[in-house]
T-cell receptor
Framework: EAGVTQSPTHLIKTRGQQATLRCSPISGHTSVYWYQQALGLGLQFLLWYDEGEERNRGNFPPRFSGRQFPNYSSELNVNALELEDSALYLC???????????FGSGTRLTVV | SQQGEEDPQALSIQEGENATMNCSYKTSINNLQWYRQNSGRGLVHLILIRSNEREKHSGRLRVTLDTSKKSSSLLITASRAADTASYFCATDASDYGGATNKLIFGTGTLLAVQP
């Protein structure tokens, strides 16, 4: 069974540009979660999608947005990139939060 | 915001020794989970303990939960060099049927096991 896959692995963008990160959950998982792991800051919850709807979002500005497609894959968009957006972005999927999340390997975004 | 705080921040031990990491949290939870992260890669789910459980084992891992003290510990017995990684606790305070449903991660413990 394929795990959670994220693309691209690495992304380098210039300040002010937009970045799009993609995530494919484990087959059968309907929930997708996005986390930001900036250096020295631990994992910060970004967004939760379930059944195509945004169910919850963390304390991030509106320029962080995303969507979930009918096949449950998800996209995270970051507009007007700032230097402090440089981080590892992790996607996870689950059936429900009770049984643990399966994480992808992440996309490392570097803003220069 | 961080829910869990791990202690210690970093731990260095010799192969064969036991490693103990602690996690404290702030709010009521449904379950607490431990994850491992190798060098900036994705997280791997290790073990989940429900709020009505006090202790759980999985191979060389032993997790305890004290809901009265809002704390948990992860014990890795007979450590190996391959156990070197960051370990995170995560609390699930989901309001099933409600608006939450997210894991909140602690700050992590960096474990180094010297061969």
């Amino acid at each position: 069974e394929a795990g959670v896959t994220q693309s691209p692995t690495h992304l380098i963008k210039t300040r002010g540009q937009q970045a799009t990160l993609r995530c494919s959950p484990i087959s059968g998982h309907t929930s997708v979660y996005w986390y930001q792991q900036a250096l020295g800051l631990g994992l910060q919850f970004l967004l939760w999608y379930d059944e195509g709807e945004e169910r919850n979002r963390g304390n991030f500005p509106p320029r962080f947005s995303g969507r979930q497609f009918p096949n449950y894959s998800s996209e995270l968009n970051v507009n007007a990139l700032e230097l402090e957006d440089s981080a590892l972005y992790l996607c996870a999927s689950s059936l429900t939060g009770r049984y643990g999340y399966t994480f992808g390997s992440g996309t490392r975004l570097t803003v220069v | 915001s961080q829910q869990g705080e791990e202690d210690p921040q970093a731990l260095s031990i010799q192969e064969g020794e036991n490693a103990t990491m602690n996690c404290s949290y702030k709010t009521s939870i449904n379950n607490l989970q431990w994850y491992r992260q190798n060098s900036g890669r994705g997280l791997v789910h290790l073990i989940l303990i429900r709020s009505n459980e006090r202790e759980k084992h999985s191979g060389r891992l032993r997790v305890t939960l004290d809901t009265s003290k809002k704390s948990s510990s992860l014990l890795i017995t007979a450590s190996r060099a391959a156990d070197t990684a960051s370990y995170f606790c995560a609390t699930d305070a989901s309001d099933y049927g409600g608006a939450t449903n997210k894991l909140i991660f602690g700050t992590g413990t960096l474990l180094a096991v010297q061969p």
